[in-house]
């Protein structure tokens, strides 16, 4: 039982860096662009993984077949999943583009049982429920609702939910024969970094990327976050299922809600807050204990 907690603890543990880096992603707003941030964000997680290479890169790994599963990862995530919710918040708003995006673990537990052959317990699906309507009743805000959006759009943050998915269910199969966390981070960040760059570069309405910028700074400590964030979740993908990791690490908008209410002040707590933790918090507890 000890060690099928671990992967829940380094989704965990995923999630909630996921979360600190959103906050830093959210100052940065402030002072540039998104897609700028985001190519500053994910071209600076492919340095940090290429800093830490002499300490931790097994070079026989780059010659194994593979690793072109790891830079298949990598050019589809982040560099178009981000796009794809860029797009849906453009079109359908940040609620109901969130409120979508939070069905990933329904595309985790069907990539799981069809493509790895993964057995979803009832307490897991129970789990994984209750996890998707704390989400959602946590995106819902008060207010009406603006529908003057074309019904195609409705794919886009459900696509991005699903690449991310799909993006987990083959680092596990890539894992499965370059069993390091490490190097399926390292390749996927710097094919996502390039094919990132190459997309900005060729976009005429791009705006100069501003390394030097106070936003910059920002995007940088995020890619932080992000870069350890991939980490534990690759960990927790090879030694546990993803029917039971996905879930977990989408709890991370719950972390980021008690960082804006605890440290960054930007909300206050309410019911529906209350109401979303003790939804998740057993939740997470029945993915854990699950056989």
Aim: a positive charge; hydrophobic letters at 60%.
């Amino acid at each position: 039982m000890t060690l099928e907690i671990f992967p829940v603890l380094f989704s965990l543990l995923a999630a909630f860096l996921f979360a600190v880096g959103a906050q830093f992603q959210n100052i940065g707003l402030g002072h540039m662009d998104s897609r700028s941030g985001a190519a500053i964000t994910i071209t600076t997680s492919a340095a940090l993984f290429i800093l830490a290479s002499p300490a931790f890169l097994e070079p026989s790994y780059l010659l194994h077949p593979a690793s072109l599963i790891f830079v298949a990862v990598g050019l589809f995530r982040p560099s178009l999943s981000a796009n794809l919710a860029l797009a849906g918040m453009k079109f359908l708003g940040p609620t109901l583009s969130s409120t979508l995006t939070s069905t990933a673990p329904l595309f985790g537990a069907a990539f799981g049982i069809l493509w790895l052959g993964e057995v979803l317990t009832w307490p897991t699906a129970m789990g994984t429920v209750i996890i998707i309507g704390a989400v959602m009743m946590l995106t819902k805000r008060d207010g009406k609702a603006v529908t003057n959006w074309p019904l195609w759009a409705l794919m886009l943050p459900i696509g991005a939910a699903a690449i991310r998915s799909a993006g987990h269910v083959l680092s596990k199969v890539g894992m499965e024969s370059i069993p390091d966390p490490y190097f399926a981070g390292l390749v996927g960040f710097v094919v996502s970094a390039v094919v990132t760059l190459l997309i900005h570069k060729a976009r005429r309405d791009a705006q100069p990327i501003l390394w030097l910028s106070d936003g910059a700074r920002w995007f940088m400590a995020a890619s932080c976050c992000y870069s350890m964030a991939i980490l534990a979740l690759n960990q927790a993908l090879m030694t546990g299922q993803v029917v039971k990791v996905v879930p977990v690490v989408s709890v991370s908008p719950i972390f980021t809600l008690f960082l804006t209410v605890l440290v960054f002040r930007r909300e206050r707590i309410t019911a529906r807050i209350v109401a979303a933790v003790f939804l998740v918090v057993p939740a997470v507890i029945l993915i854990a204990v699950a056989g």
